[in-house]
């Protein structure tokens, strides 16, 4: 059946994760993989667009912010932020594939967005992170 092929590895040795982003969440299926490659399905269920980044960090606690409340990239290091994937429509997945050494990671949503009414909303400060085991 078509869930056993699913399930099996494939040919490229790597480990599929689907994870799933709305407001303001980020749920993969599984909360931990085996090192090495792993593709992050990253699934829009969301009327926002979304974005998924993959940093190097024990938890989200850890990571400084902004006036704003999101994720200072710049202060954290642009290094330890390993990769992302920008402007993932509602309704759409994107991928993104990276070779993991066992650790913990953050997964998170880092859009900003300001409302009509001035007012900044960061979609991290909103919660959209969860901690990520690779073995």
Excluded: R, W
């Amino acid at each position: 059946g078509l869930s056993l092929v699913a399930a099996s590895c494939g040919d490229d040795g790597g480990e599929e994760v689907k994870v799933v982003v709305s407001e303001f969440v980020v749920e993969p299926e599984q909360d931990s993989a085996d090192a090495g490659e792993i593709t992050f399905v990253v699934d829009n269920q969301g009327a926002d667009i979304h974005e998924f980044l993959v940093v190097d960090a024990d938890s989200a606690d850890e990571l400084p912010v902004d006036a704003d409340g999101a994720f200072d990239e710049e202060a954290f290091g642009a290094e330890n932020v390993l990769d992302e994937v920008e402007d993932i429509e509602s309704g759409t997945e994107k991928e993104l594939t990276l070779d993991l050494e066992p650790g913990t990671y953050v997964l998170l949503c880092n859009v900003v967005e300001e409302e009509e009414t001035g007012e900044v909303e960061s979609h991290f400060a909103e919660g959209m992170h969860t901690t990520f085991t690779v073995e």
